[in-house]
């Protein structure tokens, strides 16, 4: 089932950042296991990372099957994606799981976007990896518990939620402009006549629509009414 | 295929012993991808952090099917398995490497010589963990490419080498001290007639049986002759 070197490069661009995305996601999770305040949520958080270690391998090996250096497809979003993470650096146990649902969040709405876009075996993929989730639970259970402790931490959290998904889009902005091949790719086009600006202002908003799945999550969280 | 309460408490401690020292192994992993030169290096470290995962969830699953509240079981293991990688922090990718190896050879040799004094599911859990490593190649040819651009390495790691065996060692001690069942158990009796002493002796002579293999596996990094 591979593909000969005739795969447009915008979905290589969109493996290798979804890729690093992942192996990044990885290696915060397992940072921030550090914050976590007892030995059972510790593994938890090491059961979340393995996953996303595997779904980062998934996408590794498409990017072979397709003929692309996997390192070298991912390499664009490195600075990015680390940009992000290092501009969100968690300083307690619930930031970090804050960070953890609304990243992940995004990155779910992200993927059912994009996922109808590539060819129908990178689709599948994309799909398979977004189904594995279940962490939300876990999550939500223990931010709404820790609020209902104490009720003055929601104002400090939502000011938090709020700024993790404006650096997204501003990493994302960047991406967009950096990597033409994607921003066609993402803005629906595909086709040549499609002009850099015209691409640039679809994928702006397809990322601003991206932020409504965002106010659920916070209503999840009890984090707005 | 639950057992009751009449379960060695030896068997709870030493499934405990396991499962943290994966757990810590997969930590330990993640966090040393901060030192690895290349982002197929980061990859490939990921890989086996969520293999040591993989066998954390096994083993805690076994104790939870033996009535053993896990955490419980981990907890006296934490503070000698944290005090040993503490003690010997990496400074650079190749003392990382060494460390990963040198540690999972003491390990390997240690589970393969305690898997058989466990009740049968145990042992082939122990087995089945043990069985599943293949890390080895990529260490040594790793190493042994830098020995051979930088000769000089050579004394140096095999000090850092040196210096892991005996804090392992130190720790396990430690350890065989604390937990009397445990002790017991590694000692190869089980039978409440054993002396207290004897069985440290015992733990003694195994723990310095176990540095046989480790000169093997110097050489095979290039490190001794």
Redo the contacts between chains.
């Keep these: 089932m591979t593909q000969g070197p005739s795969t447009d490069p915008g979905v290589i661009d969109l493996l290798g950042l979804l890729a ?1 995305a992942e ?1 990044g996601s ?2 915060r999770l ?2 921030d ?1 550090g914050l976590a305040p ?3 949520a ?2 938890q958080l ?2 979340l ?2 996953t996303e ?2 779904h ?2 998934a996408l ?1 090996d498409r990017l072979e099957e397709l003929g692309a250096d ?2 070298e497809a ?2 664009p979003f ?1 600075a990015p994606l680390d940009a992000w993470t290092e501009r969100t650096e968690p300083r307690s146990w619930l930031e970090s799981l804050v960070k953890t649902y609304v990243g992940d969040g995004i990155a779910g709405d992200f993927y059912a976007r994009v996922a109808g876009l590539a060819d129908d075996e990178t689709r599948l993929l994309i799909e398979g990896v977004l189904a594995e989730t279940g962490r939300a639970e876990f999550v939500t259970e223990t931010v709404r518990g820790a609020l209902a402790e104490d009720p003055t931490l929601a104002g400090r959290l939502a000011l938090w939620a709020r700024r993790l998904v404006g650096e997204a889009l501003s990493q994302a902005q960047a991406v967009a402009v950096q990597r033409p091949a994607l921003a066609r790719l993402l803005a629906g086009g595909g086709s040549e006549t499609s002009s850099d600006v015209g691409d640039l202002a679809a994928v702006s908003r397809m990322f601003a629509s991206l932020t409504e799945g965002h106010s659920a999550r916070l209503r999840a969280m009890g984090l707005a009414d």
């Design positions: 690093y192996l990885f290696f397992a940072d296991a007892t030995l059972r510790k593994g090491a059961a990372a393995a270690q595997a980062y391998q590794r996997p390192e991912m390499a490195v």
